[in-house]
């Protein structure tokens, strides 16, 4: 749930990865784009980076996805496929990547530098399962 749209507040997170390979792919806020949600693939062996780099919010990067932060509810989905990984935010695909990608472990974080203001979040609902 975000509860502070328009402010720059804290990471909420919602991040599966893979410690073999390093790859991670996430769904959240940003603590510094106060506008726009992220959703994108990392790899922490690698620093590489790659995600949808819409124009969005103050600070765009290749985090950003076009979907406005607003109040409310919402409905974090990360797809992993045999052929390609996809992430939703409230059933709209924010950004989809070919290739064959495991993971093997999921957290929900929320975390921030210190100078910024506290928030609320909520995580509920969460359901993970095999595709068929």
């Not at 406005?68 to 996809?86: D, E």
Request: with cysteine; glycine share 6%; hydrophobic share 40%.
């Amino acid at each position: 749930m975000t509860v502070a749209p328009g402010q720059e507040t804290m990471y909420e997170t919602f991040l599966i990865s893979d410690s073999v390979s390093g790859w991670n792919a996430e769904i959240g806020t940003q603590d510094f784009d106060a506008y726009c949600y992220k959703a994108f693939l990392y790899n922490s062996n690698t620093t590489q980076t790659i995600g949808p780099n819409a124009n969005c919010g103050s600070y765009p990067n290749v985090e950003t996805t076009p979907i406005l932060r607003t109040p409310g509810w919402h409905n974090f989905k990360i797809v992993a496929g045999a052929l390609k990984t996809t992430l939703f935010i409230d059933g709209v695909a924010v950004f989809a990547s070919k290739g064959s990608y495991m993971f093997d472990s999921l957290d929900l974080a929320v975390v921030a530098p210190n100078w910024r203001p506290d928030t609320i979040a909520y995580f509920d609902d969460l359901v993970v399962k095999p595709l068929p």
